[in-house]
């Protein structure tokens, strides 16, 4: 072997880096634009780009000391850096979320370790004015050797932090030759066991820093907030001794508000220090992130930073910032691509916080590690508190085998044995700990540090919050696997100031806040946002917001995490998730739960958190004088300041007023204030006000008028109902011929003037309808009680699959009819079969079909309480394909369901079939659209209008639910041939049980006893 094996001993973590400090970019001269075009620094060369690369299956492969200068490495194929070597044909993808993708046996990792061996040449300048060079690595997975013109220089691992060395000696003028070799696996590979696939290489920068012999080589801004006046406090420790530093505060307009020497002395690391007050200060808060410019000038050197004014601290068990409670409005977020894997450009970081921006989250969690340090500068700038958590996730030793190996309160008890209570590895977590705070210490967006995730508590976990508190006291502590302990010991918990939970129920929640009653409570993940989801979102706003102990919640999580593979001929993107690429373990689609598709398309569950968190709410409106109360739900701005708002009037989907508020008042944070508008309407018809909320000034991200949100109020009126509903539920033209009825053992053949019907006695239902010529079924219709599972449904479609709900048919036990002048009746009683079990469903059918066509079905219907809840109810038809364009009033345009129904309002929309097919990656449930009060699909020629006098839900769709069921990627779907619409009296919920709670009971569809009435209008064009 040509290196030593320091990736499996734990008393070597690096060799040679340089001790931590915060990140900056040195230049000659001040650089205000050191965030997006570091590399014009003079200071830094940046060695990113085309390297030679081969891969070995294993470290016993390499052989060759390809680190000499003299090493022929033509034949090396090449690679880009940064990148990941999954992503280029190396190696194969794996997807594992809690269990270690090698044997469990730490600190040991597989002898036939895979790695990569990197060489890249390139030429470099010495400059006299700063004679020291410094090799930084910003990312490395997992860790790596490096040498420098056939010299070693050292190694490091942690793979998602800086890693600096010294190459002054080893760096000649002219051409030079770095070698790296990257292994996939080290003992640190144990405290990254994160919830992604797994991926290798040089993922982030690589740069020289040119450097002075003396100069500031770390430095730590704190602020401190006093009446009307800022103190700005810069500690500073330099390379060697001290030397002359000028430190200089100018604020966003270019005006020099501040000046300092460093001269004071400093303990500890810090040699010396400066303090600048300023008087009437800008604060930074996300609504308004203010931010000054710091420069630090030494004789050959300039640093130049920003500084965001701002405090944190808890007080009566709330968080206040800037003196203001707040609330943490947050997303969970992987540095994720499904083309380029771990490597995120500036440009895909500036894409994910627009979006995010867009619909209105204020907190990012960087899950479960630093992202790159130019992250935070944009969340600096743009306006993101964030949690900044260190790399370190040991999830894994939670799957210890153990004697009640079924029981989990057992892996509870032993999961913090290997890592989080063992002292050998109290030094790894302390360096992962204080690297990540080191790192961005100096970043106003960071407001809380976090320890890592889902590692167990600990004597590791005790001395890294016990340090962080030490060296930081001006930002909060929290640690959610602090929860995961051995109960039969003591452990310190005096240096959390978060009490953070996950996926927690609103019950559970509720019990919490008893339980633990000295810290603020924060949902660190909860919303599991898999496929279908959430559903659950405004329920969780509300408690979150009735309480103020509750500081808020991260949604989990952002992104959906897949591989692209390329089109399919069908044209779709293919995505593949675990198990796609033959690896095991794996954990199939779990990373497919984010709020954006891999490619970053909103889904319908990032539309719906965008409204659930509009900045202000109506919280009641006299309709007689249109006074309007408005709770403000920002922390630091006045509502009237933040937005403009706009009023709409509709009546049946038709705006008929609207135009903007003049009539508004201050709204201070988290308070209420009026705002008058006209509510005059018609008569009749189903009518609405709708409140939008807009962006007052632009800001970097958004411009002005983007819209934020919206409130949507029923109007009261004589006759609320809608008319087009109206107008179809008694449309029914005389015939003056009565129908004919023809019977056999199997059917009731009902024949009028433009219609022939064909009813099955022994069904229930429909299996031929034909209208005027037109056939208008494909295939007999049948009675619906299953949905092809969302990942939501994973717990509970196995009760559903018990109960044979994806099985069942229908059997008529007595049908008998009448017939007169204007209808034939029919009614049956009919049950809802299963194979080898009782009947779930009774059901007392009646059917009414007119002379003129129109079928009328009023069911009564019982479900026995022994059954778990329904998925559905309802009637599916199978329409011909010709039947393509849908016009409903409901909640649309997006799906909706009865959970998930706030990105939506109520109106008269218009869609072709395609388009209503909400393509997730994993075929499931999708595009419904509840609360509606009509539906009609046309084709060219004929249609059918369905109409209840009772709000209902419908999907139509190119897909039967089987194939929904059956198909494991979107790309693989096949189209039926009919267009399939379900007619429900009601879905249940969404929820997010996919890694959550179950559904809430008001959402599951667990009715012993309701009415289905739904009437079936033929159309002929």
Known sequence: MIVPRHYENLQILHENTMPNRCYYIPASKRMDDLVECRENSDRMQLLSGEWRFRYYESIYDLNDRFYEPDSDVSEYDKMPVPSVWQMHGYDRQQYTNIRYPFPFDPPHIPYENPCGAYVHTFRYQKDAAAPRAYLNFEGVDSCFYVWLNGAYVGYSQVSHSTSEFDITDQLNEGENTLAVLVLKWCDGSYL???????????????????????????????????????????????????????????????????????????????????????????????????????????????????????????????????????????????????????????????????????????????????????????????????????????????????????????????????????????????????????????????VVWSMGNESAYGCAFEEALRWTREFDPTRLRHYESAYYRNPNKQYDFSDIDLYSMMYRSLETMMDDLEDVPDKPYLLVEYSHAMGNSPGDLEDYFGLIQQQDRMCGGFVWEFCDHAIYKGQAENGKAMYWYGGDHGEYPHDVNFCLDGLVFPDRTPSTGILEYKNVYRPGRVVSMRQDTGELTIRSYLSHLDLKDYAYLTYEISCDGSIVAGGRVDRLENIAPRAEGTAVVPTACPMSGKCFLTIRYHLKQATELLPEGYELGFDEIPLVNVDGRNQTGVRLWNADDPVKHKSAVTEDDRFLTIAGEQYTYVYSKLTGVFTEMEFNGKKLLDKPMNINIWRAPMDNDKKIKLQWMDAQYDRASTRAYHTDYRSDDSEVMIRSHVAVTVPFLQNPIAIDAVWRISASGVVTADWKVRKKPEFPYLPRFGLRLFLPREMNTVEYFGIGPMESYVDKRHAGSHGTYVSSVEAMHEDYIRPQENGSHCDCDYVILQGETCGLAAVSPKPFAFNASVYTQEELTEKAHNYELVPCGSTVLCLDYAQSGVGSQSCGPELMQQYQLNETEFEFVMKLIPQVF
């Not at 330099?238 to 430190?247: A, C, E, G, K, L």
């Not at 450009?345 to 990012?364: A, R, W």
């Open 192 to 446: 990254e066991d994160q919830d992604m696939f797994r991926m290798n290489g040089i993922f982030r920068d690589v740069y020289i820093l040119k450097r002075p012999e003396d100069g500031v080589f770390d430095y730590f801004t704190t602020t401190d907030i006093l009446d009307n006046q800022a103190e700005i406090r810069v500690r500073v420790q330099y390379f060697r001794d001290s030397v002359p530093t000028q430190i200089t505060i100018y604020d966003a307009e270019g005006n020099g508000v501040g000046a300092g020497t460093a001269d004071e002395n400093e303990e500890g690391d810090y040699q010396r220090s400066a303090v600048i007050r300023l008087t009437e200060p800008k604060l930074w808060n996300p609504e308004k992130p203010y931010l000054y410019t710091v420069v630090l000038e030494t004789e050959h050197e300039v640093i130049t930073d920003r500084i965001g004014i701002r405090e944190i601290h808890v007080a009566d068990k709330i968080v206040f910032v800037n003196g203001q409670k707040i609330k943490f409005n947050g997303v969970n977020r992987h540095d994720s691509d499904p083309v380029t894997g771990y490597a995120i450009s500036l440009e895909q970081m500036k894409k994910d916080l627009l979006l995010i921006k867009q619909h209105n989250f204020n907190s990012i969690r960087t899950s479960h590690y630093p992202n790159a340090p130019q992250f935070y500068q944009l969340c600096d700038q743009y306006g993101f508190f964030v949690i900044d958590e260190a790399d370190h996730e040991s999830h894994g030793a939670c799957q210890q085998y153990c004697a009640d190996n079924a029981d989990w309160p057992a892996h509870v008890e032993i999961w913090n044995e290997p890592f989080a209570d063992n002292p050998d590895w109290i030094p790894a977590t302390m360096d992962r700990t204080q690297r990540c705070v080191h790192r961005d210490k100096n970043r106003p967006c960071v």
